[in-house]
């Protein structure tokens, strides 16, 4: 089977960046493993110089060079190079990870040359951007959260084939859907075999937040978590890491750490290297996510591999992912009072730690790749039988 991906793929794959580019990543190399072609059209980029090709663990990468990062200078690149290159590949199926405004282009050129496909979605925009609209409640913060809202809209009524990670975003786009034949399917994003292979050694107090660094993971919020815990806690520490993309936040980041002086109790890891994302899963004793919006959190999947038990806000998918008290412990996002809480009991019952760190390797086998793949494969096998 010749498999076309249109998505952002990693640079570097050895460099976390984030959740999207790892699924590409990850589904993309199992595909390969197990006999298939697969050719990747890479997100047009600023931050190369031209055009080009390459094979990454036998996969077929094509990369385009964006003058700026603007949508309208993504839009040009996509019409001109992206969609004739991907015309030209006749694969058996198209699986796009892309869902902003400019991959309604790509849709319209698959149909209009009858190209079966199927979308995957990331994340929910439309939630951010009602949110973000709630803290701030300014003219340009109610339009981008319409401007969402059409957007989605319109992708849903154009779209047949949708694969969704979580319940909580299949429910939310069957609201966009109205009478439209939507056919969604739940599958979970993979996580690769190396987490699995990591044992659960925690060196001291050391909580851990992988994610994007950015406003949705709310790292700000877990800066007050740890700052009202060094009061019970002094040898507390919490270890960030994630892909950078908002250099102002990351700022906002390190001068509130000063200013709380938390620099003995708080270090910031962007981009870090694989082999040191597995270092810090294998050596932290707790997972922390404080995000405001979030579906499957595939960071949370890789630390529950290793066997870190997860304190979370019960947001999004993640209150479908969790049982409360059996593999994690809950929270409102904002209610620091209650992070704490839970933080301290695991800290202070070691046993706790250990039952919910077996029956969280135990529950994330359902992330294998291997096995996930497995669906998908038969899910375009479905897709090429349909009208």
Same mark, same amino acid.
């Given at each position: 089977?010749?498999?076309?991906?249109?998505?952002?793929?990693?640079?570097?794959?050895? *460099?976390?960046?984030?959740?999207?580019?790892?699924?590409?990543?990850?589904?993309?190399?199992?595909?390969?493993?197990?006999?298939?072609?697969? $050719?990747?059209?890479?997100?047009? !980029?600023?931050?190369?110089?031209?055009?080009?090709?390459?094979?990454?663990?036998g996969i077929e990468v094509h990369r385009f060079f964006c003058a700026e990062?603007?949508?309208?200078?993504?839009?040009?690149?996509? !019409?001109?190079?992206?969609?004739?290159?991907?015309?030209?590949?006749?694969?058996? $199926?198209?699986?796009?990870?892309?869902?902003?405004?400019?991959?309604?282009?790509?849709?319209?050129?698959?149909?209009?040359?009858?190209?079966?496909?199927?979308?995957? $979605?990331?994340?929910?925009?439309?939630?951010?951007?009602?949110?973000?609209?709630?803290?701030?409640?300014?003219?340009?913060?109610?339009?981008?959260?319409?401007?969402?809202?059409?957007?989605?809209?319109?992708?849903?009524?154009?779209?047949?084939?949708?694969?969704?990670?979580?319940?909580?975003?299949?429910?939310?786009?069957?609201?966009?859907?109205?009478?439209?034949?939507?056919? $969604?399917?739940?599958?979970?994003?993979?996580?690769?075999?190396?987490?699995?292979?990591?044992?659960?050694?925690?060196?001291d107090n050391t909580l851990l937040a992988v994610g994007t660094i950015a406003?949705?993971?709310?790292?700000?919020?877990?800066?007050?978590?740890?700052?009202?815990?060094?009061?019970?806690?002094?040898?507390?520490?919490?270890?960030?890491?994630?892909?950078?993309?908002?250099?102002?936040?990351?700022?906002?980041?390190?001068?509130?750490?000063?200013?709380?002086?938390?620099?003995?109790?708080?270090?910031?890891?962007?981009?870090?290297?694989?082999?040191?994302?597995?270092?810090?899963?294998?050596?932290?004793? *707790?997972?922390?996510?404080?995000? @405001?919006?979030?579906?499957?959190?595939?960071?949370?999947?890789?630390?529950?591999?290793?066997?870190?038990?997860?304190?979370?806000?019960?947001?999004?998918?993640?209150?479908?992912?969790?049982?409360?008290?059996?593999?994690?412990?809950?929270?409102?996002?904002?209610?620091?009072?209650?992070?704490?809480?839970?933080?301290?009991?695991?800290?202070?019952?070691?046993?706790?730690?250990?039952?919910?760190?077996?029956?969280?390797?135990?529950?994330?086998?359902?992330?294998?790749?291997? @096995?996930?793949?497995?669906?998908?494969?038969?899910?375009?096998?479905?897709?090429?039988?349909?009208?």
């Amino acid at each position: 089977m010749k498999i076309l991906m249109v998505g952002k793929f990693p640079l570097d794959a050895k *460099l976390f960046k984030d959740g999207t580019e790892g699924s590409v990543y990850g589904e993309a190399k199992t595909l390969v493993e197990k006999g298939h072609k697969v $050719i990747v059209l890479d997100m047009p !980029r600023s931050i190369i110089d031209k055009d080009y090709h390459e094979t990454v663990d036998g996969i077929e990468v094509h990369r385009f060079f964006c003058a700026e990062d603007s949508l309208k200078q993504q839009k040009k690149v996509i !019409r001109k190079r992206l969609i004739p290159l991907m015309l030209s590949c006749d694969p058996s $199926i198209c699986h796009l990870h892309v869902t902003q405004h400019h991959s309604l282009q790509v849709v319209s050129a698959l149909r209009r040359h009858k190209i079966k496909y199927l979308v995957e $979605i990331h994340g929910l925009p439309r939630k951010e951007a009602k949110q973000a609209f709630r803290k701030q409640k300014t003219l340009p913060k109610l339009f981008a959260w319409w401007y969402e809202c059409f957007r989605e809209f319109v992708f849903v009524r154009n779209t047949h084939l949708v694969v969704t990670d979580t319940d909580y975003e299949k429910q939310a786009l069957r609201k966009f859907a109205f009478r439209h034949k939507l056919d $969604i399917h739940v599958i979970h994003q993979g996580i690769h075999d190396d987490f699995y292979q990591q044992d659960y050694h925690p060196q001291d107090n050391t909580l851990l937040a992988v994610g994007t660094i950015a406003p949705r993971k709310d790292q700000l919020m877990m800066l007050d978590v740890v700052d009202k815990l060094r009061k019970d806690i002094p040898d507390i520490k919490l270890s960030i890491v994630g892909g950078l993309v908002d250099l102002d936040y990351y700022k906002k980041l390190q001068t509130r750490i000063v200013r709380k002086d938390l620099a003995r109790h708080v270090s910031l890891h962007p981009d870090v290297h694989a082999i040191e994302l597995l270092k810090q899963y294998s050596r932290s004793r *707790l997972f922390m996510l404080c995000a @405001s919006e979030e579906s499957q959190c595939v960071a949370m999947a890789e630390a529950m591999a290793v066997g870190l038990p997860v304190v979370s806000t019960k947001v999004g998918g993640i209150k479908h992912l969790l049982s409360e008290g059996d593999n994690g412990f809950l929270c409102a996002h904002g209610d620091v009072k209650a992070m704490v809480k839970h933080i301290k009991n695991l800290l202070q019952h070691p046993d706790l730690c250990q039952q919910m760190s077996e029956r969280n390797k135990k529950d994330a086998e359902k992330y294998r790749w291997s @096995s996930i793949v497995e669906k998908y494969i038969k899910l375009y096998a479905k897709a090429m039988k349909d009208k």
